[in-house]
């Protein structure tokens, strides 16, 4: 019985090994909720166009690796062991077609999306408005390991619950009064940072309502893990409400409230302090000083003002 040739067995295990490779990465994708947590399900229009930067460079890419998933395969299958046809060339050393393929096309594609990109990235920088209407401003701040919300014009706050209303740009002015943690909405989309004693801001909007996640991204200690908190779209009409009944909340944001929330511990451990409810969860805080946030910032840096504080990029 003749038995195979070590090249074939080579291919028949290389495929094997291919298909083994492409098909892991879905059994582990299998267990993940992809609902409601990703660029990929967007709810606003930021979120939109990275949807659709993503999927032209996915293509971009597919043509720059094409090349190379077909060239491979032809090299060994034509220059095999067993084709004496093929031209045995011991001092070539240079093919311009070659060379064109393999930098040049790369090369084209990159200068393209680079073009391509410049000018919306620009426009839907994080510190820009999105639309012409005023934008609602809620204040942003990061602790370990929770995110406190504060709703300025109402005198109102929420701990790792964030409420807006559909179809209304918001801007977030977003500080920490703990380490440099990491703002994201994936669904909403745009990342930005949130650092002590300076102020970023980053402007979204939800055109969609629903539950979404939003998280810290930045590693942070230990509850990291643990710090992140729901975002619920609702109509206006219901934002009003939920407005309504945060103005009615027995805990009032003072300065004993707040130095609780200071210390380190998840948002939901921080409730159930406030609270003595051992199933407490996500409260809202009533009475918020007019300028709450402005002295948590100046905490840090006494000549910085949240209206003149520099707009650092995420």
């Not at 074939?8 to 298909?19: C, E, I, P, S, V």
């Not at 093929?86 to 050393?93: K, L």
């Not at 909007?205 to 908190?229: H, I, S």
Request: net charge negative; hydrophobic share 45%.
């Amino acid at each position: 019985m003749p038995r195979p040739s070590p090249i074939k067995t080579a291919l028949r295990q290389g495929l094997h090994a291919l298909r083994l490779s492409l098909a892991m990465p879905l059994c582990l994708l299998a267990g993940c909720q992809a609902d409601h947590i990703s660029f990929l399900d967007p709810a606003g229009p930021i979120a939109a166009l990275q949807l659709h930067w993503f999927g032209l460079l996915v293509g971009g890419l597919v043509l720059v690796i094409l090349p190379v998933l077909i060239g491979v395969p032809f090299c060994l299958w034509h220059y095999r062991a067993s084709n004496r046809r093929a031209a045995f060339r011991p001092d070539w050393d240079f093919a311009l077609p070659l060379e064109f393929l393999v930098w040049g096309f790369p090369a084209i594609v990159v200068i393209a999306f680079s073009l391509l990109v410049w000018g919306p990235e620009r426009r839907y920088s994080p510190d820009r408005a999105i639309h012409d209407e005023p934008a609602m401003t809620i204040d942003v701040v990061a602790l370990n390991w929770k995110w406190l919300f504060i709703y300025p014009d109402a005198h109102v706050a929420s701990l790792d619950h964030l409420v807006l209303p559909q179809g209304r740009e918001v801007m977030f002015r977003l500080t920490s009064d703990a380490t440099m943690q990491s703002f994201l909405i994936p669904s909403l989309g745009s990342q930005i940072y949130a650092m002590a004693g300076m102020v970023t801001r980053l402007h979204l909007l939800a055109d969609r309502p629903g539950r979404y996640l939003g998280e810290n991204t930045q590693f942070n200690g230990m509850g990291f893990q643990d710090q992140k908190f729901a975002v619920d779209v609702v109509p206006s009409d219901h934002f009003e409400q939920w407005l309504s009944q945060a103005r009615t909340s027995t805990l009032h944001l003072d300065p004993g409230t707040y130095d609780i929330l200071r210390h380190q511990e998840t948002g939901r451990q921080s409730a159930q302090a406030l609270l003595h409810d051992p199933k407490a969860a996500m409260p809202s805080f009533s009475d918020v000083p007019e300028h709450f946030f402005h002295d948590i910032v100046s905490r840090y840096d006494a000549s910085m003002t949240v209206d003149s504080a520099p707009h650092t990029p995420g």
